[in-house]
């Protein structure tokens, strides 16, 4: 029953979700258009406050803060994404065995989401705003892609597998063509440092996936390691924390 609700409310959530989103980001340009030329758009430094200046007055604060509140909702959301695919990693064996873990209590991923609290906080440290959406991005579609050739492949190669969820093959096929180009388009038009290490960040999972994951090579300190953290964390995999 839960397995046929999700087959029919994912494809209905993303139907009724993905037209609502474009609409309000269409009628959010027109709103600016309408008070603001394309110029004056393109050397504002913040779009939506120049907006609320001209259109709110006084109450012009609230741009900001409506954009404040977005951005932690963002980073919520993020955080929340990203923590549990460390997770899922994990209990895949493709990363750390502590990683897998959740609190005894409150059965969350805690030591997924605070890895990644400390790669974000190390990226924010020593990149700019700029640097980052270029790496984020960059790095973002080449995944995507990735993911769409994955589908694709596997569509062909395990047909009878057991798919709860399943779109047209044309759908990733787009989504990989669209991935494609803004990977390779960014670097054609103004390429940048921030791309190469993009790619080498990515690429070097493999100098970690091989003997790790492949051949399975055990670092003898870290048992120790998953112990000390595992009580430090109060965490415990996830077969104990369901007994």
Not at 84 to 93: D, I, K, M, N, V
Not at 126 to 152: H, R
Not at 204 to 227: A, C, L, Q
Request: with cysteine; aromatic share 14%.
């Amino acid at each position: 029953m839960i397995l046929k609700q999700f087959s029919l409310n994912l494809p209905r959530s993303i139907i009724i979700g993905i037209p609502l989103v474009t609409i309000c980001y269409a009628l959010i340009n027109i709103s600016y258009l309408t008070v603001m030329s394309p110029m004056e758009m393109m050397i504002s430094e913040a779009v939506a406050v120049t907006f609320g200046n001209r259109v709110l007055g006084v109450m012009a604060w609230l741009m900001p803060l409506s954009v404040t509140i977005s951005t932690f909702g963002a980073a919520n959301g993020t955080l929340f994404a990203a923590g549990r695919l460390c997770f899922a990693a994990s209990r895949e064996g493709h990363m750390l065995d502590i990683l897998s873990y959740v609190h005894v209590r409150r059965y969350t991923p805690a030591p997924g989401l605070i890895f990644h609290s400390i790669i974000a906080g190390a990226m924010v440290c020593y990149g700019t705003i700029d640097s980052l959406i270029d790496f984020f991005s960059f790095t973002a579609w080449m995944f995507y892609g990735g993911s769409m050739l994955a589908l694709i492949v596997m569509r062909y190669t395990k047909p009878k597998y057991p798919r709860p969820y399943k779109v047209p093959i044309i759908i990733p096929i787009i989504v990989l063509l669209i991935s494609i180009y803004l990977v390779i388009g960014p670097i054609i038009d103004n390429p940048t440092i921030e791309y190469l290490y993009a790619a080498i960040f990515v690429l070097s999972g493999m100098i970690f996936y091989v003997p790790f994951v492949h051949y399975k090579i055990r670092i003898p300190f870290m048992d120790g390691f998953t112990v000390f953290t595992q009580m430090l964390l109060e965490v415990a995999p996830t077969q104990h924390t369901i007994e």
